[in-house]
């Protein structure tokens, strides 16, 4: 059974440029959360995606935008990338409803931007 | 908002060691406590987790009780390896929603 897998692996991008990162959540699950962790902090959360909707989402600009397809894999795009967006992006899947809230994480994909 | 807030790093300790990370957590509701482990180079694994008061959680000799008076989530490992050197993140989430993360304890196990 395939877990969580993330590509690619990393990214090296220039200012004002844009990236798209991809997930394929574990068999079985529904519902995709993107993370972004800075150097030396803990992930904080962008956005999660359910039924190929954004329900929830973080403190985080427009600049960032997400989608969903039919087979419950999600992208994260960046427009316009600043220095700052540099951070480990990580990707977790988990079952909507009931007490099944546990999210399970991909390796991540490691964006550096010049 | 919620929030959590761990003790801070890094932890250095010899192996067999005893081990304890302090977490504390604010929330409104009735949230699921985790601990996640991100070994260098890696993202997160779920480490364990508790899901209601009192609840202990357990896994590779790692614990931790989830105490609703006191809104703490301390992570304990009675003998601590090298292998156990890692950041430990301790979360909490409320229903489906997002995961609300510490800042992370660096821990190194000298041999």
């Known amino acids: 059974d395939a877990g969580v897998t993330q590509s690619p692996t990393h990214l090296i991008k220039t200012r004002g440029q844009q990236v798209t990162l991809r997930c394929s959540p574990k068999?079985?699950?529904?519902?995709v959360s993107w993370y972004q962790q800075a150097l030396g902090q803990g992930p904080q959360f962008i956005f999660q995606y359910y039924e190929e909707e954004e329900r929830q989402r973080g403190n985080f600009p427009d600049r960032f935008s997400g989608h969903q397809f039919p087979n419950y894999s999600s992208e994260l795009n960046v427009n316009a990338l600043l220095l700052g967006d540099s951070a480990l992006y990580l990707c977790?899947?988990?079952?909507?409803?009931?007490?099944?809230?546990?999210?399970?994480f991909g390796a991540g994909t490691r964006l550096s931007v010049l | 908002g919620d929030s959590v807030t761990q003790m801070e790093g890094p932890v250095t300790l010899s192996e067999e060691a005893f081990l304890t990370i302090n977490c504390t957590y604010t929330a409104t509701g009735y949230p699921s406590l985790f601990w996640y482990v991100q070994y260098p180079g890696e993202g997160l694994q779920l480490l364990l987790k508790a899901t209601k008061a009192d609840d202990k959680g357990s896994n590779k000799g790692f614990e931790a009780t989830y105490r609703k008076e006191t809104t703490s989530f301390h992570l304990e490992k009675g003998s601590v390896q090298v292998s156990d050197s890692a950041v430990y993140f301790c979360a909490l989430i409320q229903g489906a929603q997002k995961l609300v993360f510490g800042q992370g304890t660096r821990l190194t196990i000298n041999p």
């Open positions: 977790a899947s988990s079952q909507r409803g009931g007490s099944k809230n546990i999210q399970y």
């Open positions: 068999s079985g699950h529904d519902t």
